[in-house]
């Protein structure tokens, strides 16, 4: 079967050979895994639209193993290039439920695309549809008003707990 959807494209490895492997948040599947046959040469038409912080028209086909392959990708929007795009690209990518669409998120992330940048609000209305409680959070340690999230453990912590913990600051979404 073959799809054509938009999403927006969260990371790229480097994968066997001249493949690729995708992390892809789209509208109608969710968070994907995605491979893309010999991206990494030159010649590919599809390279300049499969990267970070894009946001493509794709077209998808489902694999025997269950993943997925991009075999056609057109750019219709972009996030810059900037360290701000990459921690919020991670941030989606450990939040997003795989293999299941949510349209209230997928509205936020077009939202955001839209504007062209990151704002710190973006974080709490995401986390806020995904029902992880970003306006409503205190801090996981003392109950204290909230300065960061945790990605890697979901959770939320305050600026004083933060500094107490072991948890390298870079990991920290500053909300
Ligand atoms: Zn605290």
Redesign the pocket.
């Known amino acids: 079967m073959e799809y054509l959807t938009l999403g927006l494209v969260l990371s790229k490895e480097r994968g066997k050979e001249a493949d690729s492997n995708l992390r892809v948040y789209t509208r109608d599947f969710g968070g994907v895994a995605a491979i893309s046959r010999s991206l990494g040469k030159i010649t590919s038409k599809l390279s300049g639209h499969l990267l970070p912080g894009k946001l493509v028209s794709v077209r998808l086909v489902e694999r025997n193993n269950g993943g997925w392959q991009a075999v056609d990708a057109l750019s219709v929007g972009s996030l810059p290039a900037t360290a701000e795009t990459l921690k919020f690209l991670d941030f989606l990518e450990k939040v997003i439920p795989f293999n299941e669409p949510d349209r209230g998120v997928w509205e936020k992330v077009e939202k955001i695309v839209g504007q062209g940048k990151v704002e710190k609000a973006d974080y709490v209305d995401i986390l806020d549809v995904l029902g992880l409680g970003g306006s409503l959070a205190k801090?996981?340690?003392?109950?204290?008003s909230v300065a960061y999230f945790l990605p890697k453990d979901v959770i939320f912590?305050?600026?004083?707990?933060?500094a107490r913990s072991f948890s390298p600051e870079d990991e920290a979404i500053d909300i």
Not at 139 to 144: D, H, I, L, R, W
């Open positions: 801090c996981v340690s003392c109950g204290g912590i305050c600026h004083k707990c933060l």
